[in-house]
């Protein structure tokens, strides 16, 4: 199982608490786990990315084992410990302003 770490505005979309948990089939990349995600919590497509485009959203980030994959190839693979539940992916909402 693949844990998911949500902001608190997206686990109150999906009524959630802490991490949630998701089944994703190898080869385990950024695309099919938000594409599981979504599929799990239909209120959230949208939300972490363009559903045309497939880009993530402007204030939302995503991080794994220390790591900003905000920018990464959505196809590329996710680190192991991501994979085997070790670590969680983390969905961060990002502020701006000054």
């Excluded at 993530?56 to 990464?72: H, I, K, N, P, Q």
């Amino acid at each position: 199982m693949i844990r998911v770490q949500l902001p608190a505005p997206l686990r109150r979309l999906t009524k959630t608490e802490g991490l949630v948990e998701l089944e994703v089939t190898a080869p385990v990349t950024q695309r099919k786990l938000l594409d599981a995600l979504e599929l799990r919590f239909p209120m959230l497509r949208g939300t972490t990315r363009n559903q045309q485009t497939q880009k993530r959203r402007a204030y939302v980030r995503f991080f794994a084992c220390g790591e900003d994959l905000s920018d990464a190839s959505p196809d590329d693979l996710l680190p192991q410990d991501v994979v085997a539940g070790k670590e969680p992916f983390l969905v961060v909402g990002a502020l701006a302003g000054g």
